[in-house]
């Protein structure tokens, strides 16, 4: 399953949860973010990518729908609702970012 995690600026949220969660058998991950200032802007190619989106807050998803709805397509697409006020890489985002990704995930990945 490959996976695009979304968020603004790709600076925090997204990179963090591609970073956790590469390298588990039979996931890929890429993040991106929808902003302006995005560090990795998103793609058409990136949405064309993904089996799965999800995106850090809902007000994203809205964005890739607009910006990307012939490359959407059916991929499914949900909001993780995680707030932007972390750390990269920090403890507390990782702890929410599984918890809120576990039901994304097949168990035997964790």
């Known amino acids: 399953m490959r996976i695009l995690f979304v968020c603004s600026s790709n600076l925090i949220r997204s990179p963090t949860a591609e970073h956790h ?7 890929g991950t890429l993040s991106a973010g929808v902003g302006s200032d995005a560090i990795r802007p998103l793609t058409a190619e990136m949405v064309e990518w993904a089996d799965l989106i ?4 809902k007000g994203y998803a809205e964005t890739v729908r607009e910006r990307f709805a012939e490359e959407l397509g059916d ?36």
């Not at 969660?21 to 996931?27: Q, T, V």
């Not at 507390?92 to 809120?100: G, S, T, Y």
Request: glycine residues 4%.
């Open 54 to 57: 999800l995106t850090m807050e």
């Open 75 to 110: 991929t499914p697409m949900v909001s993780l609702d995680v707030p932007d006020r972390f750390k990269r890489n920090a403890p507390d985002l990782i702890a929410l970012l599984e918890q809120k990704c576990l039901r994304w995930f097949h168990p035997s990945t964790y």
């Open 21 to 27: 969660f590469a390298g588990r058998p039979g996931i």
